[in-house]
């Protein structure tokens, strides 16, 4: 069983920056971000393979968001950085234990997830 537990969020002005953090409880071998705004699908942000480190990122926010982990604290991060308006969305954590390969934009790849964070971005 994993468990995971989101943190961070908030409202910032377009240009702004937050840190979205989740707290790990047991071991995964993928994690992510999604995010899902009102009357939108889930849709994947981001991406991390514990194995080896890599990352993946969606277009949308490539070269703004980072996602890291940090193994001592069991928590994994999503620094955003140049927030828009369209980043506005309900962020969430989610945790798999499959292998390396794995569809890491699709929300049914993941078994464990997150209450969500609010992330609110104005104009």
């Known amino acids: 069983q994993v468990h995971l537990v989101e943190s961070g969020g908030g409202s910032v002005q377009a240009g702004g920056s937050l840190r979205l953090s989740c707290a790990v409880s047991g071991s995964a071998n993928w994690m992510a971000w999604f995010r899902q705004a009102p009357g939108k699908e889930r849709e994947g942000v981001s991406a991390i393979y514990t194995g080896s480190g890599s990352t993946y990122y969606a277009d949308s926010v490539k070269d703004r968001f980072t996602i890291s982990r940090d193994n001592a604290k069991n928590t994994v991060y999503l620094q955003m950085n140049s927030l828009k308006p369209e980043d506005t969305a309900m962020y969430y954590c989610?945790?798999?234990?499959?292998?390396?390969?794995?569809?890491?934009?699709?929300?049914?790849?993941?078994?464990?997830w997150g209450q969500g964070t609010q992330v609110t971005v104005s104009s």
């Open positions: 989610a945790a798999a234990r499959l292998g390396y390969r794995l569809n890491w934009r699709e929300p049914s790849s993941f078994a464990y």
